[in-house]
């Protein structure tokens, strides 16, 4: 519990210590992998990101967000191929992984595979169309597919969705409101 609080708190380096710990006291404790993961990932440690996943999959094999974990770590290593199968394999797990179809629709415009980033960005934003990311995404693969107008309204829809977002923030802070974090 304390390395996810340090995690929460953005204290990385106590975090690790904490999981690293309870993984040595219990290697097959749930999540404790998945956790140390994490807090690879923030540190930006990607390889050893990566092994913890895989060290989570291996205990919790059907916990679908390891896979999806696997796959950004898979993207920022640029390794596209093992991303793709990582996000395919959260989506088999669990098809309302909106992250999963994210990273796809990313990997597939990187590839320049436009058809298949805008099939799998539609289906992120029937899950949650008021992310800002995905209009944003499924703009950009618009545009480069020709339809430019349509792209346009969607990067337009994105940059609303961020200052209506901004604005209802500052009406927090300024009221004295903040959201429980």
Do not use: C
């Not at 990101?49 to 094999?61: I, S």
């Amino acid at each position: 519990f304390m390395g996810k609080a340090h995690l929460n708190l953005e204290q990385y380096d106590l975090a690790l210590a904490d999981f690293q710990a309870a993984a040595q006291a219990s290697p097959t404790l749930t999540f404790v992998h998945f956790n140390l993961g994490l807090t690879y990932l923030k540190k930006q440690d990607y390889e050893h990101a990566r092994d913890e996943f895989l060290k989570d999959a291996a205990v919790e094999p059907d916990l679908a967000l390891n896979y999806d974990e696997l796959g950004d770590v898979y993207s920022l290593l640029e390794q596209d191929n093992d991303a793709e199968k990582s996000y395919r394999e959260a989506l088999r797990r669990d098809p309302r992984l909106v992250n999963s179809y994210l990273g796809l629709a990313k990997l597939y415009q990187r590839e320049e595979k436009f058809p298949l980033a805008l099939n799998a960005i539609d289906s992120a934003g029937k899950l949650d169309p008021g992310r800002t990311d995905i209009h944003y995404v499924r703009g950009q693969a618009l545009m480069h597919m020709g339809r430019k107008e349509e792209g346009r309204k969607e990067l337009e829809t994105s940059v609303r969705l961020d200052n209506e977002r901004r604005a209802a923030r500052e009406r927090q802070v300024e009221s004295g409101t903040l959201p429980s974090p």
